[in-house]
Each structure stands twice: as structure tokens, then as C-alpha cells.
């Protein structure tokens, strides 16, 4: 008799391969009674999976992951750039994955753990907040590196790391610079997402400094790009809508310098002069701000610092020399030639 394979057992069970193959796998998204019934099948058949050289090779491996949420924001690169030096550095693979918008990244890095034997996980970007269940399910040290905040509220802060600045925080410093100029009609360019998230903290940053400051909130102020995509499109197109909406505004603060670089030219555009009708500041403190005409008042993340924390934590959590870690640094305010006293 000729030795019973996975195709034979797939077409037995009236199923696809890659099916047959999740159930030997024991992954979650596969229909119990489907699973039932294929394990049947390979305990009748006696089949045995042939995968041992597979399991054996997986296991040696030694891979950190990085998931990366909004790919297209070149605030990412340099981070990355840095992570992939000190894994190859160390003999690691970095195995990187782009996260789309519409995505869990913890369902996503559970499923990249499964199929690489990750030895570690690094988040970028992405939300705020996940669930403890599926966080609990991650059987390897994970660090969320630029985002930082409580990430499960059932879940102990012992169970991950953060690396990052404190966003509202440094978001409100940006707003209260430029109330100090004389600014009190700023707008800001945001997501119109009520998840948890990095951009969330910003715009809470924001509104704290605009209640601090006696400024109540004025909602035809504040626009909302149309995707959870930060590119200079969508800033220049988010600003257009504002300008052509009529408001009244002297200062504009985008959470992102790509939404601010895209701003700069729909005022071009509109022969809205920057900063002598209107201030802009971004958010990252991106290389592209010191290039923008005019260049650009943003808040700097001190990326170098954050990446080099976050390397040498997810290593000396992977060889347990210590415990997880709440990082947060102090980012700065670089005042440039986009913002003016009024």
C-alpha cells in the first residue's frame, strides 16, 4: 500500500490542503467539527505528518518579529533600519510584517509566531489597547516600541514592555507652544478613529491643552483624514477640505510631519502663506521636516534612543537578564520657520 499523504487525506475529508494542514497545527481559525473529523481521518489512515526536519529547523531558528502598523510613514524607517543591524549583529533573522490597517496586530503576531518559532516580538505602531486573552497566548517576550500606554487593563504590566514618549503629553506641549505665540484658533488634522491608539493620545493631548488654556473646543476645527493611512496625500487633501470648509483658524497642528508636509502645499495651493496667514507644526520630528520649505516646527521623538532600548531589551529579555521595562522618553520641541508669533 502507498504511504498516505496530506493530499490524500485532504481529499478523503473533502477539504483543501492548507486546511488539513491547520488542524495538524492546532491553528484557532478552523471549524471544530472540520478539525474533528480530519484528525479522524489521519488516526484511521495512520498518516503521520512529515514534518519533523521542518519542526527541528523551525525551532533552531532564531527570528525576531517586528509588525509594523502604517508601513507607509517613513517615521518607521530608521527604527527598523536599527532593529535589523543589532538582530544581524546578534546571528538573529528579522522577519518584518506589514500589518494593514483593517488588521489585529496581536492576531496577526500570533500567527507569525505559529508559523517562525519567534524568539521575540516587536510592535510598531498599531492601537494601544488589546486583549488580555490574546495577549496571554503570545509565548515569547513582546515589547511595543513608539506606542506607549496601559496595553490590556486585565492584563499585569509585567507580561510586556514599552519603549516610547508619553504622546499626550509631548501633544500638549506642541499645542501650548503655540498658545504662547497668541495662537487660540488651532486646528489639527487627526484620525477619526475612537480606538485606542498613539494618534487617540494626541488628540487628547490637544484638547487638554485647549481646556487648560480657557479655549473651549471648536469641532469645525478639527479634520479628520479619510484613511488610517498617514501619507502627504492625505494631508494635503484633509487640509484643502478644512480651508474650503470656511473655518476660522491662524495655526494648524497635524499629529504626523507626513500630514504636515502634505499641508504645506495645499496652503501653497491656496495662496495661504506659511507662517505669515497661518503657523503649521507637525508631530516626529521626521528628516523630511528639516528639508520642507518652510521647514517645519515639529515635536522630535528621540528615535535613536528608543530603538537602541528596545534592541537591548527584547535580547535581555530572550535571555532572561531581566524583567520587562515602561520606558518613557522626553521628546523636543524644534521650533523652525512654519509657526510665528501672532
Not at 103 to 110: I, M, Q, T, Y
Request: hydrophobic share 35%.
Amino acid at each position: 500500500m502507498s504511504e498516505i499523504t496530506i493530499r490524500e487525506i485532504a481529499k478523503r475529508c473533502g477539504v483543501g490542503v492548507s486546511t488539513v494542514s491547520r488542524a495538524i497545527n492546532d491553528h484557532s481559525d478552523i471549524n471544530p467539527e472540520t478539525k474533528k473529523r480530519i484528525m479522524e481521518v489521519i488516526r484511521e489512515t495512520g498518516y503521520i505528518p512529515n514534518n519533523s526536519a521542518r519542526n527541528l529547523k523551525r525551532t533552531d531558528a532564531k527570528c525576531i518579529g517586528v509588525l509594523v502598523k502604517g508601513i507607509t510613514n517613513p517615521f518607521f524607517t530608521p527604527v527598523i533600519e536599527k532593529i535589523e543591524q543589532e538582530t544581524d549583529k546578534k546571528g538573529y533573522a528579522l522577519v518584518l510584517r506589514h500589518v494593514e490597517a483593517y488588521e489585529n496586530e496581536v492576531d496577526v503576531a500570533l500567527e507569525l509566531e505559529k508559523e517562525k518559532r519567534l524568539r521575540g516580538i516587536i510592535f510598531l505602531g498599531g492601537s494601544s489597547k488589546h486583549s488580555a486573552e490574546k495577549m496571554k497566548q503570545l509565548n515569547v517576550p513582546v515589547i511595543f516600541a513608539t506606542i506607549g500606554s496601559d496595553i490590556s487593563e486585565e492584563l499585569s504590566r509585567n507580561s510586556y514592555s514599552t519603549v516610547s514618549v508619553d504622546d499626550a503629553v509631548e501633544s500638549r506641549k506642541m499645542v501650548d507652544y503655540l498658545i504662547k505665540l497668541g495662537h487660540r484658533k488651532i486646528a489639527i488634522l487627526t484620525e477619526g478613529n475612537d480606538e485606542p491608539s498613539v494618534v487617540k493620545l494626541r488628540f487628547e493631548g490637544y484638547l487638554d491643552a485647549l481646556k487648560s488654556n480657557g479655549i473651549e473646543r471648536d469641532d469645525s476645527l478639527i479634520q479628520y483624514v479619510d484613511k488610517r493611512i498617514y501619507t502627504m496625500k492625505n494631508g494635503y487633501q484633509a487640509t484643502k477640505s478644512l480651508i474650503e470648509s470656511g473655518a476660522d483658524f491662524t495655526a494648524l497642528f497635524c499629529i504626523s510631519d507626513v500630514l504636515a508636509i502634505g499641508a504645506l502645499r495645499a496652503f501653497a495651493d491656496s495662496g495661504i502663506r506659511v507662517p505669515e496667514d497661518v503657523s503649521v507644526a507637525g508631530f516626529d520630528g521626521q528628516e523630511i521636516s528639516e528639508f520642507s520649505v518652510p521647514r517645519l516646527t515639529t515635536l522630535r521623538q528621540p528615535l535613536d534612543d528608543i530603538s537602541e532600548e528596545t534592541i537591548r531589551l527584547i535580547f535581555d529579555l530572550i535571555e532572561e537578564k531581566r524583567g520587562h521595562k515602561h520606558l518613557i522618553f522626553p521628546g523636543e520641541l524644534i521650533v523652525a520657520e512654519s509657526t510665528r508669533k501672532l
